[in-house]
């Protein structure tokens, strides 16, 4: 029993990120032309030969989000939920129903989006926390290197585990134009604690064993740029929430309660209203 106790934590240890992050390579290659939306395929090189594909989806405005998605899908996934929404067609099986970068391009604002390295064309190699935040600072510096644009035109915005990546930068830049959490998790470790799916990992030491922690509550204090916090009304648990992060966040700070939205839906609920309080957000920037 010892020496199971000691392999399985070992197993936790050296393979969390290959567990939470798995590689995703399976989806249809469509793009946003396939709605008629212009954009620009683009492939930002980081340090060796890594490299993060992204979309740089172009607007009128002088302002950008740098949006980071959720967890299970890579961009190609928003268009092809995009195009069957249009249709009247569900999701295909096993594939979440959330899409935020085509309303969030209806804004009429600039969009890079960004999948991180293990997910769609970007380098095949698990996704882990330090890497997540060097795919979002490479994503960032070609704003403001490539394209010379501001920071403080620069607006974070992430869904799910994105916000860890967009806390980090915000904590990091706080040059930056703004801060848009769209069901924040609190900390991986919560993550564990609290959900009943994970019971099993809490039957080893797994505060000594989680190297991949996204820490976000706790880096809200460092956070000095304006923040919309965006919680579903029926969000799942102390994990997610959205009053612990408002609390937490700096003036000045926004929370939008939608109604009747869960983690896996808040893009999907109300959309229009969701829409109206990040443009209302982005519009009061500076």
């Known amino acids: 029993m010892a020496v199971l106790y000691v392999a399985a934590s070992a197993f936790l240890y050296f393979q969390q990120d290959q567990i939470g992050f798995p590689i995703l390579t399976k989806y249809e290659r469509v793009t946003p032309a396939a709605l008629g939306i212009p954009f620009e395929d683009l492939h930002i090189p980081l340090d060796g030969a890594d490299q993060i594909h992204a979309w740089w989806l172009p607007a009128s405005s002088d302002k950008v989000l ?12 928003n268009i092809t939920l995009a195009l069957r929404a249009k249709s009247g067609l569900p999701p295909p099986p096993g594939m979440p129903s959330q899409f935020d970068l085509i309303p969030l391009h209806q804004l009429g604002v600039n969009i890079l989006a960004i999948d991180y390295r293990g997910f769609g064309s970007s380098t095949p190699v698990n996704l882990s ?68 799916d994970l019971w099993y990992v809490r039957l080893l030491p797994y505060p000594l064993l989680l190297h991949t922690r996204f820490d976000n509550l706790s880096k809200m204090n460092s956070v000095h740029v304006p923040v919309l916090i965006v919680v579903g009304s029926v969000e799942e648990g102390a994990v997610h929430s959205g009053a612990a992060f408002f609390q937490k966040a700096n003036e000045p700070k926004r929370l939008y309660v939608s109604p009747g939205a869960g983690h896996d839906n808040v893009w999907v609920i109300k959309t229009d209203q969701l829409m109206a309080e990040i443009s209302g957000f982005i519009q009061s920037l500076h």
């Open 66 to 77: 740098l949006l980071f998605h959720g967890n299970g899908y890579v961009l190609e996934e």
């Open 129 to 196: 926390e330090k890497r997540a935040i060097e795919d979002a600072n490479a994503a960032f510096t070609y704003l403001t290197v490539q394209r010379q644009i501001s920071p403080r035109k620069i607006v974070f915005i992430g869904w799910s585990l994105g916000t860890g990546p967009a806390t980090e930068m915000a904590k990091e830049h706080p040059d930056a134009g703004g801060l848009v959490l769209v069901s924040a998790f609190t900390s991986t470790f919560d993550i564990v604690k609290y959900s009943p």
